[in-house]
């Protein structure tokens, strides 16, 4: 099976600190997509950003930053300035480029932010 | 734009007993996802419709699960002879033309 590792299962800020989550993916397709969802306690997964492997460009909405390396087939989050309500699971997810898309989930990172 | 409703949020059955779900993915998404989240996991892959035709089944979804999509529009899943094993998230997304999966609030089995 092609993984998806996150390896911080929690971490604990404190409000206004910069935070980083880490994703490290498997995958043996040429082109293949990459998500991160947020699951916040009331347990639906809201989509956040979806990156094509063929595009390595960082993305940046907001206070959200996406550092994507494909040569160490990574797939990093980083909350800028972090606020109480970004207190969460936050998954990362694969799915290959074909008509199915199913996607392969991470394990989760629990992100408690204090004010 | 309404999103992607399941029903019933939260199951409580006996073992052994069957239960159904239903899915309404949003309105002009012709491909629907089921997945499985048991507590401390991310989710895993079930089962995926476009339109009507199921055509992709995990080995998770063993002979007890079955799931349709009569007319292309709601879905269900249905577990026959429930284990406690079965106890889990169940989620239930929708996707257009683009790749992004929009998901539902999910149900929550507890099987007793």
């Known amino acids: 099976a092609q993984k998806v590792t996150q390896a911080q299962t929690e971490i604990s800020v404190v409000e206004k600190e910069d935070v980083t989550l880490d994703c490290v993916y498997e995958t043996r397709d040429t082109t293949y997509y990459l998500f991160w969802y947020k699951q916040p306690p009331s347990g639906e997964l809201v989509f956040l950003i979806r990156r094509n492997s063929f595009d390595e460009q960082n993305e940046i909405s907001g206070r959200y930053s996406w550092n994507f390396q494909k040569s160490t087939s990574s797939f990093n989050f980083t909350i800028t300035a972090s606020q109480v309500v970004d207190s969460a699971v936050y998954f990362c997810?694969?799915?290959?480029?074909?008509?199915?898309?199913?996607?392969?989930f991470g394990g989760g990172t629990r992100l408690m932010v204090k004010p | 734009d309404t999103g992607v409703s399941q029903d019933p949020r939260h199951k409580i059955t006996k073992r052994g007993q069957n239960v159904t779900f239903r899915c309404d993915p949003i309105s002009e998404h012709n491909r629907l996802y089921w997945y499985r989240q048991t507590l401390g996991q991310g989710p895993e892959f079930l089962t995926y419709f476009q339109n009507e035709a199921q055509l992709e089944k995990s080995r998770l979804l063993s002979d007890r699960f079955s799931a349709e999509r009569p007319k292309g529009s709601f879905s269900t899943l249905e577990i026959q002879r429930t284990e406690q094993g079965d106890s889990a998230m169940y989620l239930c997304?929708?996707?257009?033309?683009?790749?992004?999966?929009?998901f539902g609030p999910g149900t929550r089995l507890t099987v007793t």
């Open positions: 997304a929708s996707r257009g033309s683009s790749y992004e999966q929009y």
């Open positions: 997810a694969r799915s290959p480029n074909n008509a199915g898309n199913m996607l392969t």
